[in-house]
């Protein structure tokens, strides 16, 4: 995967985890309060962050072996 595709990866889970954060800490609370449909979406958006979280943390590991494998 060239770096800069992890970098985006990388980017937009970062993106998502600092929007949950936000509706954790109650900045979003008014958004939290709708209708039943857009927390439906607020479900999609942390199923999609931690399924990008494990993406970005595979890649990760993959990209530290083939350093490794490099400056051994």
Do not use: W
């Not at 929007?19 to 449909?37: E, I, K």
């Not at 970005?56 to 490794?68: F, L, N, P, S």
Request: proline share 1%.
């Amino acid at each position: 995967m060239p770096h800069a595709d992890f970098l985006r990866l990388q980017h937009a889970h970062n993106v998502g985890v600092m929007f949950l954060d936000m509706l954790d800490s109650g900045h979003l609370r008014a958004c939290t309060q709708r209708r039943s449909a857009e927390f439906h979406g607020l479900n999609g958006c942390a199923l999609l962050t931690d399924q990008l979280g494990k993406v970005v943390d595979t890649c990760e590991t993959a990209i530290k072996t083939q350093m490794g494998d490099v400056y051994e």
